[in-house]
């Protein structure tokens, strides 16, 4: 069954950097389109990025443009989010989601999330 | 990229049907077939319920339906259990190459 496991949340002071990881199992990953979604405490989802299935092809939402990387090892079945300059308003459960290999975009499965509090 | 609307919150009684709205532009709902609908619990992870405006995941219920009229895409919960009570999130690609989500809407059963 598809699997998606993130990790590398935590706290961490506004201005430093942060690395999230998703592992990939239970499906070909090197066949979809990956994405990572945020939640702030209490509010709605919040698309961040996507990443082709080859890692060619990358788009960030404008509040993180310039500031996060979204990146791909399909040879580890392991999906990256580079998180630099953090903000307050960066704090949040970071989601992982596989993409629905559609024309468009939507997200058919996410792991369960890890937290990233930014404070100082 | 500015996120689609949606009511904050609608309810209704068990058995009778509801519809969430979710209202965009042309760059992204009016302009592509490609809207979707999560349903999430307090403290889990989204779940996807409709895909491409219309098309329900393997193992979803038929009780969920969408559509699209326009700028406006709806949910259509049928037969309402209390097993629906959760937040609802419609989701459009856009002519950007991103993806943008409504603000949620709390469906309450009462």
């Known amino acids: 069954q598809v699997q998606l496991v993130e990790s590398g949340g935590g706290v961490v002071q506004p201005g430093r950097s942060l690395r999230l990881s998703c592992a990939a199992s239970?499906?070909?990953?090197?066949?979809?389109?990956m994405h990572w979604v945020r939640q702030a405490p209490g509010k709605g989802l919040e698309w961040v990025a996507v990443i082709s299935y080859d890692g060619g092809d990358k788009y960030y939402a404008d509040s993180v443009k310039g500031r996060f990387t979204i990146s791909r090892d399909n040879s580890k079945n392991t999906l990256h989010v580079q998180m630099n300059s953090l903000r307050a308003e960066d704090t949040a459960v970071y989601y992982c989601?596989?993409?629905?290999?559609?024309?468009?975009?939507?997200?058919?499965?996410w792991g369960q999330g890890t937290l990233v509090t930014v404070s100082p | 990229q500015s996120a689609l609307t949606q009511p904050a919150s609608v309810s209704g009684s068990p058995g009778q049907s509801i519809t969430i709205s979710c209202s965009g532009a042309s760059s992204d709902v009016g302009g592509y077939d490609f809207v979707s609908w999560y349903q999430q619990h307090p403290g889990k992870a989204p779940k996807l319920m409709i895909y491409d405006v219309t098309q329900r995941p393997s193992g979803v219920s038929n009780r969920f339906s969408g559509s699209k009229s326009g700028n406006t895409a709806s949910l259509t919960i049928s037969g309402l259990q209390a097993e629906d009570e959760a937040d609802y999130y419609c989701s459009s690609y856009t002519s950007s190459d991103t993806l943008v989500f409504g603000g949620g809407t709390k469906l309450t059963v009462l």
């Open positions: 239970g499906f070909t990953f090197s066949y979809y389109a």
């Open positions: 989601a596989r993409d629905g290999l559609g024309s468009g975009y939507y997200c058919d499965f």
